[in-house]
T-cell receptor, first 117, second 115 residues
């Protein structure tokens, strides 16, 4: 079974600075998707960025980028020019294929990001 | 419409009550999910419906009963719940495995309190 590990329960960053959130995963699959989701206090899970395992290029979305190291099974999220609105719980997730073609997301335990003004 | 809509947003129910949570999406997604999330924890999968058929049931107690009337609707029927069932219940949907995959779209959840 796939597992996702986020080793940093909490992180903090100064506004306008850069922060990196860590995520490692374990899988025997060769083709898969990885995601970072953000959950602010409003509680809705919002997709931040996704990475397809077969793509070498690291995904970027504006101020958000990932460092995907497939051999090391590492998928870290870098937030540049941090803003107060970035404060949230961040979950790393792996898309797992089940028998019969069903799928589910396997989540890490989350990293709570605080942005200090 | 790029949203997953969940109703109600908040629900307080007694242990003898019967209630239902509703989830709706109009994005043409063919897979829908119920997750349970306790405070400061990641979401835990409860049920997966794929093409309106239950495809994953993660050994959830029978006091939770899912229903998928059509490809746009997903209900979660609640009966005789326990206080420990108090949590945020998240619905999500995703397209099937054709073309590019963009992950789940989540609703904003129903905050359930069992008294």
């Amino acid at each position: 079974a796939q597992t996702v590990t986020q080793s940093q329960p909490e992180m903090s960053v100064q506004e306008a600075e850069t922060v990196t959130l860590s995520c490692t995963y374990d899988t025997s699959e060769s083709d898969y998707y990885l995601f970072w989701y953000k959950q602010p206090p409003s509680r809705q899970m919002i997709l931040v960025i996704r990475q397809e395992a077969y793509k070498q290029q690291n995904a970027t979305e504006n101020r958000f980028s990932v460092n995907f190291q497939k051999a090391a099974k590492s998928f870290s999220l870098k937030i540049s020019d941090s803003q107060l609105g970035d404060a949230a719980m961040y979950f790393c997730a792996y898309r797992s294929h089940e028998q019969g073609g069903s799928e589910k997301l396997v989540f890490g335990k989350g990293t709570k990001l605080t942005v200090n003004p | 419409d790029t949203e997953v809509t969940q109703t109600p947003k908040h629900l307080v129910m007694g242990m003898t009550n019967k209630k239902s949570l509703k989830c709706e999406q109009h994005m043409g997604h063919r897979a829908m999910y119920w997750y349970k999330q306790k405070a400061k924890k990641p979401p835990e999968l409860m049920f997966v419906y794929s093409y309106e058929k239950l495809s994953i049931n993660e050994s959830v107690p029978s006091r939770f009963s899912p229903e998928c009337p059509n490809s746009s609707l997903l209900n979660l029927h609640l009966h005789a719940l326990q206080p420990e069932d108090s949590a945020l219940y998240l619905c999500a949907s995703s397209q099937d495995a054709t073309g590019d995959y963009y992950g789940y779209t989540f609703g904003s959840g129903t905050r359930l309190t069992v008294v």
